[in-house]
């Protein structure tokens, strides 16, 4: 069971911190990311971390804005947003596919997903 926090509301170019959690258990070895969707849009994947940090994929509208990162040691996953903008309003989830080995850009379908967190910037 994966399981986000740290949503909210805040105003326009400011920032949040999501994180999720594996419930315990060892994220390892899977490719974690974070999606989102918002009212009336499909769900479209944000950013992705492989199982060793070392590669990443972000969708264009965030590049240069969010930064995802994972602990191992605390089978934690997060996304630091900063600049936040309206449209990025949404409920954001956390999803994990695995085991893999693959770098972030192949992430595809995932196995596991959260409950998800909300999400709303202000302007």
């Known amino acids: 069971q994966l399981v986000e926090s740290g949503g909210g509301l805040v105003q326009a170019g400011g920032s949040l911190r999501l994180s999720c959690s594996n419930s315990?258990?060892?994220?390892?070895?899977?490719?974690v990311g974070w999606f989102r969707q918002a009212p009336g849009k499909e769900r479209e994947k944000v950013a992705v971390?492989?199982?060793?940090?070392?590669?990443?994929d972000y969708v264009g509208s965030v590049k240069g804005r969010f930064t995802i990162s994972r602990d191992n040691a605390k089978n934690t996953v997060s996304l630091q947003m900063n600049d936040l903008k309206s449209e990025d309003t949404a409920v954001y989830y956390c999803?994990?596919?695995?085991?893999?080995?693959?770098?972030?850009?192949?992430?595809?379908?995932?196995?596991?997903w959260g409950q998800g967190t909300q999400v709303t910037v202000s302007s």
């Open positions: 315990g258990r060892a994220f390892n070895p899977y490719l």
């Open positions: 999803a994990a596919k695995g085991p893999s080995l693959a770098p972030a850009q192949l992430m595809t379908v995932p196995n596991y």
């Open positions: 971390i492989n199982w060793t940090g070392d590669s990443t």
